[in-house]
């Protein structure tokens, strides 16, 4: 059955649009966090006014729990990446059942099938 397996150019499409994420998360969480990284930004919100500190560790937080989901994403990217030429990628973890390609196109970072992943939703709200 031919849905099941994606074809070498669907992989290779697949693996193009992983990179482009990849790339893209790795300048958002840079421009998010900054050089100088979290505990350099701890120390000079130490250093700065009081009366401003509030509202900028407030936007700042903001961008870490931002940045945080981006790290998160860019594992699961990286991950996909790494598994994107196995015969398992693109099966669902949960059904073993095959995620579509055009599910896989919006999301080649998928892991579950859209019922799966639906159930897997609700199990969590």
């Known amino acids: 059955?031919?849905?099941?397996?994606?074809?070498?150019?669907?992989?290779?499409?697949?693996?193009?649009?992983?990179?482009?994420?990849?790339?893209?998360?790795?300048?958002?969480?840079?421009?998010?966090?900054?050089?100088?990284?979290?505990?350099?930004?701890?120390?000079?919100?130490?250093?700065?006014?009081?009366?401003?500190?509030?509202?900028?560790?407030?936007?700042?937080?903001?961008?870490?729990?931002?940045a945080d989901r981006e790290l998160i994403e860019l594992g699961a990217v990286s991950r996909a990446l790494s598994r994107v030429g196995e015969p398992a990628y693109g099966l669902c973890v949960a059904c073993g059942s095959a995620i579509p390609f055009g599910r896989l196109k919006v999301e080649p970072w998928a892991v579950r099938c859209v019922a799966c992943e639906t159930l897997r939703e609700q199990e969590k709200s």
Do not use: F, K, W, Y
């Open 1 to 66: 059955d031919m849905n099941t397996t994606l074809t070498p150019g669907q992989r290779a499409q697949l693996r193009e649009l992983l990179e482009l994420q990849q790339h893209e998360l790795d300048r958002r969480i840079s421009s998010h966090v900054g050089s100088q990284g979290r505990v350099a930004h701890a120390a000079e919100v130490l250093d700065q006014d009081a009366d401003d500190a509030p509202q900028r560790n407030s936007d700042r937080e903001v961008d870490l729990a931002q």
